[in-house]
């Protein structure tokens, strides 16, 4: 069974950063795209990045594409997105989501919070 803990929210002021976690606990076997995704209270949720544990390509969102970053560490068994430059629009609860093949798994969510 494979579970994702996701860590690393807060609160910080617009222009501030944030590092998200998240960690894979058990085993995938085959390739998978894990990343985030995101949601505001009265909002769709909403892909934020991936990255694919085949190629290493990673993928963002317009509206964050240059201000975040996503990344890996197969030996932790983690994934990262480090925020920076944060905005008050990306207030959201993050969930950390992994899918191969044949299966999804999700994360628990992580509350952000950047105020004006």
């Known amino acids: 069974e494979v579970q994702l803990v996701a860590s690393g929210g807060g609160l910080v002021q617009a222009g501030g950063s944030l590092r998200l976690s998240c960690a894979a606990a058990?085993?995938?076997?085959?390739?998978?795209?894990i990343g985030w995704f995101r949601q505001a209270p009265g909002k769709e949720r909403e892909g934020v990045s991936c990255?694919?544990?085949?190629?290493?390509?990673?993928y963002y969102e317009d509206s964050v594409n240059g201000r975040f970053t996503i990344s890996s560490d197969n030996a932790k068994n983690s994934v990262y997105l480090q925020m920076n430059s944060l905005k008050p629009e990306d207030t959201a609860v993050y969930y950390c989501?992994?899918?191969?093949?044949?299966?999804?798994?999700w994360g628990q969510g992580t509350q952000v919070t950047v105020s004006s």
């Open positions: 989501a992994a899918s191969t093949t044949w299966n999804t798994y």
């Open positions: 058990g085993f995938i076997t085959d390739d998978y795209v």
């Open positions: 990255i694919s544990s085949s190629d290493g390509t990673a």
